[in-house]
């Protein structure tokens, strides 16, 4: 846990960095769903190609950003191994007896997981906070015209996003504080791991109360009033990179479609 960094913001002057973080959005959306329809191995290897090329475009150094998702990799590993488990008992079949459709189900389960950790990893990563706000506000101002407070549940989801890394960070330092009063986390007995784990979810707990407590009075004392109409410092406009993330875009999304058509 210490190279965890999921969720973080890092400031950089990339191309992914200078997309509107309303395009982000909507493309991790579109995304999601052309992710899900992917029938087989071309369309779903086209697509994290396509998303490899992302991340290398977000000057992230490849090696912290797989670094930082280890835990997450190994989570999707065992996610497509247990699939693969299941598919073999159905079929009756010998582990040593799998077919080709057998393996390549899993691994398309397995790139399907990678995938959307990858959209998600980018988009926080080459998006900050104030923009990930001004983004869905944008969005969801048509529902004004029905009644809801825009405002407010942009700036829910924001903070809502920016205390993962701050509960992660939390959750690393109780770990190194437990540890220095020797308290074991390698225990293989279920009921002494439950209980070291608890040394650390209660205190986790708390201090996120705690931090929500300071977070709302530090936005009462500046007098912060979602209702209030507020101008913006920063306008989003649409720029020559999102032009070219919408063709990206829409580049994948077909090729997606098409690599669906064949037969293998």
């Known amino acids: 846990m210490q190279n965890l960094t999921f969720g973080k913001y890092i400031s950089g002057d990339s191309p992914i960095h200078k997309i509107d973080p309303r395009i982000k959005i909507i493309a991790s959306i579109l995304l999601f769903s052309f992710i899900f329809s992917a029938k087989n191995l071309v369309s779903l290897t086209f697509v994290f190609l396509a998303l490899l090329g992302a991340v290398l475009l977000s000057s992230i150094k490849l090696s912290k950003f797989l670094k930082s998702l280890k835990f997450i990799l190994i989570f999707t590993s065992i996610t497509s191994f247990i699939n693969l488990i299941f598919e073999v008992y159905t079929m009756n079949k010998s582990i040593f007896d799998v077919k080709y459709n057998i393996v390549a189900n899993s691994f398309i389960t397995l790139l399907k997981l990678f995938s959307l950790i990858l959209i998600s990893s980018v988009i926080m990563y080459t998006t900050s906070p104030a923009g990930i706000s001004a983004a869905i506000a944008s969005l969801l101002s048509p529902f004004k015209y029905l009644g809801l407070n825009t405002e407010e549940i942009a700036i829910t989801i924001t903070i809502s996003l920016q205390f993962l890394p701050i509960l992660l960070s939390e959750a690393k330092n109780m770990i190194l504080i437990q540890k220095s009063r020797g308290v074991s986390f390698e225990e293989k007995n279920i009921v002494l791991k439950a209980k070291a784990l608890l040394f650390i979810s209660v205190p986790v707990f708390v201090l ?28 989003l406009k649409l720029k020559r990179e999102d032009l070219v993330a919408i063709i990206y875009i829409v580049v994948i999304i077909l090729g997606v479609v098409l690599c669906n058509q064949i037969k293998i």
């Open 208 to 235: 996120s109360l705690k931090k929500a407590h300071e977070l709302a009075e530090a936005m009462e004392s500046r007098c912060y009033n979602v209702n209030s109409q507020r101008t913006k410092y920063k306008i």
